[in-house]
């Protein structure tokens, strides 16, 4: 199985900041990731697909990079909005694997 | 609008059973590769299980084979999970989510406890 590691596992930043989350697998996996947000008590929602590719209505603050094994996701400019826990999911081959995410709190 | 709609979880004791279904709404569910997801308290989500449009291929974690069933009937446009041999561990909101990940449905509790 492919072992998908996030980090941080959490961390705190402040309004307008720049943030960087990583997620390394555990072998190759193209482009074959997605990232996701999760805010306290709701459903999960896609940002990122194909790696790089923008869900449609997501803010252009968000972008994701990565190939291979690493793979990145940034906010350009942190907004109230953003704080909340992000997974990496690849779906590169079965069983698929989330990351155990990163919870990004309010500094 | 695209739509998923869980129901079927609730209290079950350690070693029951339990089934989970989903009913797909404004998309092509018949085409669609679907899976089921899942988060315990507090923790991080879960990939479950998934199926093919036709049912020709299925995956599942680990933690779930042989306990497990994922199936689906295209002609109701619903999903299911079939859960036996529940223990503790699978307390879960459990969610259906098409293959892509782009449409989640709001989740079913599932709650096994004594």
């Known amino acids: 199985d492919i072992q998908m590691t996030q980090s941080p596992s959490a961390m705190s930043a402040s309004v307008g900041d720049r943030v960087t989350i990583t997620c390394r697998a555990s072998q190759g996996i193209s482009n074959y990731l997605a990232w996701f947000q999760q805010k306290p008590g709701k459903v999960p929602k896609r940002l990122i697909y194909?790696?790089?590719s923008l869900q449609s209505g997501v803010p252009s603050r968000f972008s994701g990079s990565g190939s291979g094994t690493e793979f990145t996701l940034t906010i350009s400019s942190l907004q109230p909005e953003d704080f909340a826990t992000y997974y990496c999911?690849?779906?590169?081959?079965?069983?698929?694997?989330f990351g155990q995410g990163t919870k990004l709190e309010i500094k | 609008e695209v739509q998923l709609v869980e129901s079927g979880g609730g209290l079950v004791k350690p070693g029951g059973s339990l089934r989970l279904s989903c009913a797909a709404s404004g998309f092509s569910f018949s085409t669609s590769t679907m899976t089921w997801v899942r988060q315990a308290p507090g923790k991080g989500l879960e990939w479950v299980s998934c199926?093919?449009?036709?049912?020709?291929?299925?995956f599942s974690a680990d933690s779930v084979k042989g306990r497990f069933t994922i199936s689906r009937d295209n002609a109701k446009n619903s999903l299911y999970l079939e859960m036996n041999n529940l223990r503790a561990e699978d307390t879960a909101v459990y969610y259906c989510v098409t293959g892509d990940a782009n449409v989640w449905g709001q989740g079913t509790m599932v709650t096994v406890s004594s």
């Open positions: 194909a790696s790089s």
């Open positions: 199926i093919d449009s036709g049912s020709s291929h299925i």
């Open positions: 999911l690849q779906h590169n081959s079965y069983p698929r694997t």
